[in-house]
């Protein structure tokens, strides 16, 4: 039931991403399909614990190893399930410190029941970034991360919905078994999906 319900937030978030269709058009013509390749997937939400239980109901469980994800302005939380992509999900501080996070006028504008951005892990971030580029894919910033890191990342250029960015691909390289989510590098991605 879980992989089903994991299933259709991806369906549903290509409906809203160009470049993510467009790659999962290119994966099934393989016969490769999407779904193998999401590292992880991106929820965005007023209240982490209220969004899990969904999650937890399915038989996800909080990495602990992992722990609270913090920010300047805003926190999270990664759930895993044996066999399926990690969920990443994220919310402001409350009060002043999260004044400036972009994360609540995003959940305002189109809810906790979407994707925010699915991770595609690739093999070699930079020969990724060029063959999607060559289809016409935009990336607004440069990779997150030093070359031979452990994990680097980088954002496509935000889907726009109602002239508001609303969804981005992320494609992610990681090494040496690294399952994790470095502080600085998420906070730079989230930086750059306004």
Known sequence: MSEVVIRRYIRDYLVNNGPARLLAGRLDELGVGFFPLVDHVTVRTLNVDRRAAEFLEMGFAYDAAIGVLEFDDWWAKVYRRPGLPAVFIDQAYDGERGATSLI???????????????????????????????????????????????????????????????????????????????????????????
Not at 113 to 137: F, S, T, W
């Open 104 to 194: 609540p006028a995003w959940v305002r504008a189109f809810g906790d029941q979407v994707l925010h951005h699915v991770a595609l892990r690739v093999e070699d971030i930079e020969v990724g970034v060029a063959r999607m580029k060559a289809l016409g894919v935009a990336f607004p910033d440069e990779i997150i991360g030093e070359a031979g890191t452990d994990l680097r990342q980088i954002f496509t250029r935000p889907e726009m919905k109602d002239g508001q960015p609303f969804t981005v691909l992320e494609l992610i390289e990681r090494h040496r078994g690294y399952a994790g989510f470095l502080p600085p590098q998420a906070d730079g991605l989230m930086k750059s999906s306004v």
